[in-house]
T-cell receptor, first 113, second 115 residues
Framework: GNSVTQMEGPVTLSEEAFLTINCTYT??????LFWYVQYPGEGLQLLLK?????DKGSNKGFEATYRKETTSFHLEKGSVQVSDSAVYFC????????????FGQGTILTVHP | GAVVSQHPSRVICKSGTSVKIECRSL??????MFWYRQFPKQSLMLMAT?????????EQGVEKDKFLINHASLTLSTLTVTSAHPEDSSFYIC???????????FGQGTRLTVV
């Protein structure tokens, strides 16, 4: 079956530091890959997605590249802000429904001024 | 983006009682809604998929008689935890999509505590 493995957290960074959160997956076929973010007290929001190999998803300074050869979808941001503090979830969808998702365990990111 | 509202956000109930959680798409018609459960420090686990007007499809290991799902309209799905027990205490999250290959929008989640 499908599975997603995410870097263990929590991750604590200073403002303007470089961020990487690792994500690898196991899936049959050609899944679509997603990063969701959950800010304190809110629901999950789609941050970015990639639907085929070598696609790069990007949003709000975050980016992730769909690497089929390494089955990875690592999240990066060059300079984090305090407002980026949240829980980040890597997820995949194995079929045509982007709603039926397999999630990683989530990574808590805290950014200090 | 579209808004999905979940209610209540928190509920405490006594063991043996039933609890209903509502998931509403406020500004779009949701052809499909999904229910997830999240244990502390763990990932979200898909419980079931519901399509308007038809029976929900449950994931392996999820008791359909325990977790009743009704998707009576294109804007409302409900999850009823029947005869709740302390082990049912968890964070339940719903999501909704407009159709295939479209983004899923999530509710804020419901924290259920069974005492």
């Amino acid at each position: 079956g499908n599975s997603v493995t995410q870097m263990e957290g929590p991750v604590t960074l200073s403002e303007e530091a470089f961020l990487t959160i690792n994500c690898t997956y196991t899936a049959t076929g050609y899944p679509s890959l997603f990063w969701y973010v959950q800010y304190p007290g809110e629901g999950l929001q789609l941050l970015l997605k990639a639907t085929k190999a070598d696609d790069k998803g990007s949003n709000k300074g975050f980016e992730a590249t769909y690497r089929k050869e390494t089955t990875s979808f690592h999240l990066e941001k060059g300079s984090v802000q305090v407002s980026d503090s949240a829980v980040y979830f890597c997820a995949l969808s194995g079929g045509t429904s982007y709603g039926k998702l397999t999630f990683g365990q989530g990574t808590i990111l805290t950014v200090h001024p | 983006g579209a808004v999905v509202s979940q209610h209540p956000s928190r509920v405490i109930c006594k063991s043996g009682t039933s609890v209903k959680i509502e998931c509403r798409s406020l500004d779009f018609q949701a052809t499909t809604m999904f229910w997830y459960r999240q244990f502390p420090k763990q990932s979200l686990m898909l419980m079931a998929t519901s399509n308007e007007g038809s029976k929900a499809t449950y994931e392996q290991g999820v008791e359909k008689d325990k977790f009743l799902i009704n998707h009576a309209s294109l804007t409302l799905s409900t999850l009823t935890v029947t005869s709740a027990h302390p082990e049912d205490s968890s964070f339940y999250i719903c999501s909704a999509t407009r159709g295939q290959n479209t983004e899923a929008f999530f509710g804020q989640g419901t924290r259920l505590t069974v005492v």
